[in-house]
Structure formats: C-alpha cells, structure tokens
C-alpha cells in the first residue's frame, strides 16, 4: 500500500456502441461456442451422408418411402438428420429469450432505460440480433454440412444443402416469437414456456415416428411444418407463414413490454 501502482489498464469497449452491441458483447462467449457447435455437427453430418444413407436405405420400408419421395442415399439421410439441426436452432432461440429476461431480471435493464433509450428500441433491439443470430446459424448449417459432404463425395449440391440450411431457421423463428410474447406479458413465464414449445415439438417428431399420432397434434409441432430438405424440395409458403406467426407474436410481445413495468426473479 505504501507503493502506488502506476499500471493504468486500457478500457475495454469495443463493441459497447449501443443497448444492441452491448447484448452482442455479453453473449459473444455464448454465440462462439453455438457457431462452433453448428460448424462441427455439420461437418459431421455432411462426412457420414454416404454410409447414413446407405444404412437408411437398407430398410425396405424406408428405401420406398425415400423413392416415392424421388430421393435415396445421402439425400434421405441429411433430410432427417437436419431435424436435429433444426432442434439446435430451437434451442439458440430458447437461448436469447433467455437472455433477454436475465438482462431484465437481474437489473441490467434498468440502468439502460433511465437514459435516453425507449423500451421499444431495446426490445426490438434484442428481437433484430436473436433473429441475426438464427439466420447466420442456418447458413452456417447449410454451408458447413454442404463442406462435410463434399468431402466424402456425396453428390449433394451447394444450392440444395445451402436451402437446407436456411430451411431450419422458420421453426426456430416462432419459437423465438413465442418466447418473446411472453416476455412482455408475462416475463416470469416466458422461459418455461419457451422450453416447453421446443421440448414439445420434440416430443411430437419423435412420438409420430413410432405410434400414430392425430393430424391435429402433429400441427401443434413446429417442426412437423417444415419440409425434410434436402431430401424433399423447400416448402417456402410454410416457412414464410411460420417467419410472419413469429413476427406478429413478437410484435405483441413489443406493445405489452411498452405497458408494463420491469419485473425481477
């Protein structure tokens, strides 16, 4: 103590230009490790189409099912592997609306509002960099599982894998809109319910695959409306329905977060 310390460390704040990159910065470490997770599953995915289509269509059931489709070998394969891709994304939309309460509840947020930022600013701040974060996932997807099947001569084109990719972020999109309607409503629920969306259309895919299950409780899962490409041509209209559901939840989420007051654990 009798020796002052002249070391005078520079500030650190890049990236702190706004309520936006501030979010951007807190969850760099989170969205590292989910960008190398989706580069390294994809890659994996893309590396095994061959022997994965090879052993799908080794099943007489499945082999016709695939041909009817029009599609065998590695296409069949990535079209349900990249169900569990579309899982991932589910689960980094699961990731924001839980970072966005967190921001709130722990009184970050407060410190944000009482300078000159609007809720409305923050929130559809938050709502811009989740739906960023989606979308460059899904092309990471798409491009990483195109590399990895590329490497082991699968014969699955760039266009059709990249369409894939981008084909998993519509059901993430509503997940996301439903979490953030809750988080203006009812902020203490919006990440129970978030998880349980995604965990109950989880629970319907992998029901359907092994019992029956009625038409109407197979709509209820977000991932039954999306089409099993690359193995089946993109259904655009869905996803585009899916993109403007998720949109309109997350604009009501905006106006009540606007009317309501910020609310802790």
Known sequence: STLRNHRHPAPRVGVLNGPVA??????CPTLLAWTVSIIAYGLLLGSIAKSGGQAITSSPALRLVFERLGVSGAQAYLGIALLLMAVTMGFIAAGQVSAARTEESSGRLEHLLVRPLSRRSWFVGRTVLATGVLMVGGVLAGLSTWVGAASDHAGVSFTSMLEAGVNVV????????????????APRLSVPVTYAVLVWSLLIEITSGIAVVNHWV?????FHQMAAAPSVHVDWAANLIMVLLGALVALAGVDAFTRRDLKGE
């Open 22 to 27: 501030l979010a951007f910065r807190l969850l």
């Open 170 to 185: 519509p059901p993430a999109l509503v997940i996301l809109g439903v979490g953030l309607l809750f988080l203006g409503v």
């Open 218 to 222: 197979l709509d209820t899962s977000v």
